[in-house]
């Protein structure tokens, strides 16, 4: 199945709120895209908007299946991930530009309830920096 297919069937399924169908579907678009972008670096920007709106349906998903702890997960993961690739000094600026916006997506998609979560995590992740 291609990546578009897997994202495609994912959504449909969330908007029939059929979480349980549709999370196998969002969860291998995602892992999917999490691995194209270590082949390429995160240099194609069309994966970094991948990997931000498929965190976004997954973690959705993950939310309305009561696993909030694997959302958090998923969501750091994403994080982190966008992340090193704006600490990375070698991307074009145009690049750095749009994993900002990737990541003030990311931001404004986290529940009210996470925003602490989100803290702790950039606190712990501008350390290792």
């Known amino acids: 199945m291609r990546l578009e297919q897997a994202q495609q069937n994912g959504e449909l399924l969330l908007q029939q709120a059929k979480w349980r169908e549709a999370l196998p579907f969002l969860g291998c678009a995602f892992e999917t895209v999490e ?31 009561e696993c909030s702890e694997h959302a958090k997960i998923v969501f750091a993961q994403s994080y982190s991930s966008l992340n090193q690739l ?11 530009t749009h994993l900002k916006v990737c990541m003030q997506s990311l931001r404004a998609n986290q529940s009210s309830s996470d925003q602490l979560f989100l803290a702790m995590f950039e606190d712990s992740s501008q350390a290792l920096h």
């Open 35 to 65: 691995i194209l972008m270590e082949l390429y670096q995160g240099e194609a920007d069309i994966l970094v908007s991948k990997l931000t709106s498929l965190t976004v349906l997954l973690t959705s998903c993950l939310e309305k299946l």
């Open 86 to 96: 704006l600490a990375n000094e070698e991307s074009s600026s145009a690049s750095r």
